[in-house]
């Protein structure tokens, strides 16, 4: 029998008691800081798959980014919070901040997959990712878990890419989203807020008080309203 309550078993939130959705969107990332790149995405990736929500996954301990620590866990995912803001189809999960480092994405799909096996899961991706994705540890069992969402990305060829992983990863599933491409990444939003630029229109306003806080500031929180398993 499905528990209903466990989609935000620690908040009191209005949505515990909505039925668990049957098609979900994953999008992981470091999101250091996430930007409109990544919520751009997103949308028109959940339009686009018919999801019924998109579950936002920041990684906890990326294994491909040693400059990124759980330490600083807390303050990203305060940050994709306030850039999802109010969207009702959107939540973050602190799914890989609960389950062992390095964060391995199929690790993260074998656990979801357990708690929830009525759900399909989804993954999305943009075209530099799935540049790596054939190595990605346990890549051809994430295949069978999930079908990638891609999307195109300035200055990665993606059907190259698209061809490789083919090639590699026969069972690998994949849809490509039609949208424009956005030249914006994360580096180089961190590179503008280190000389003191104005990153407008690319991080919204709270998204960016949460960023000025540092990761100190953003240890306040409490994990609180997404525990997902
Ligand atoms: P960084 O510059 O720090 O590497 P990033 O901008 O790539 O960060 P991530 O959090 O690493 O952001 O990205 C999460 C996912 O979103 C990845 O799959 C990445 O490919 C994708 N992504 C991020 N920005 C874009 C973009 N502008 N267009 C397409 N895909 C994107």
């Given at each position: 029998?499905?528990?209903e309550?466990?989609?935000?078993t ?9 039925a ?12 250091d ?11 028109i ?23 990124i620590?759980a ?6 995912f305060?940050?994709v919070e ?7 189809h959107?939540?973050?999960t ?10 391995y994405?199929?690790d993260t ?16 991706l943009g075209?530099?990712s ?7 540890h346990g ?6 878990m ?9 200055g990665y060829d ?16 994949m849809?490509v989203?039609?949208?424009p491409?956005?030249d ?8 503008r ?13 709270p998204?960016?008080a949460?960023?000025?806080?540092g ?5 306040g ?9």
């Open positions: 029998m499905r528990d309550a466990v989609w935000y620690e908040a009191n939130d209005e949505r515990t008691s909505e668990a959705p049957r098609r979900i969107l994953l999008f992981g990332g470091t999101f800081p996430p930007h409109v790149g990544h919520l751009t995405m997103a949308q990736a959940y339009e686009q798959v018919g999801a019924d929500e998109v579950w936002w996954m920041p990684a906890a301990k990326p294994p491909h980014k040693a400059e620590d330490d600083t866990f807390a303050w990203r305060r940050m306030a850039l999802i803001g109010s969207r009702r959107m939540r973050v602190d799914v890989e901040n609960r389950l062992p480092k390095p964060s994405t199929v799909l074998r656990a979801l997959i357990a708690r929830y096996p009525c759900v399909e899961f989804l993954f999305l075209a530099d799935l540049q790596h994705l054939p190595e990605w890549a051809e069992e994430l295949c069978e999930v079908r990638f969402v891609v999307a195109r990305r300035p993606f059907d190259t890419a698209a061809a490789r992983a083919r090639a590699r990863l026969p069972h690998i599933r849809d989203i039609d949208m491409m956005l914006v990444s994360s580096t180089w939003v961190r590179d807020l280190d000389r003191q630029l104005d990153v407008c229109g690319l991080v919204p306003d998204v960016l949460i960023w000025r806080q990761p100190e500031g953003g240890r929180w409490s994990g609180g309203t997404s525990s997902m398993i």
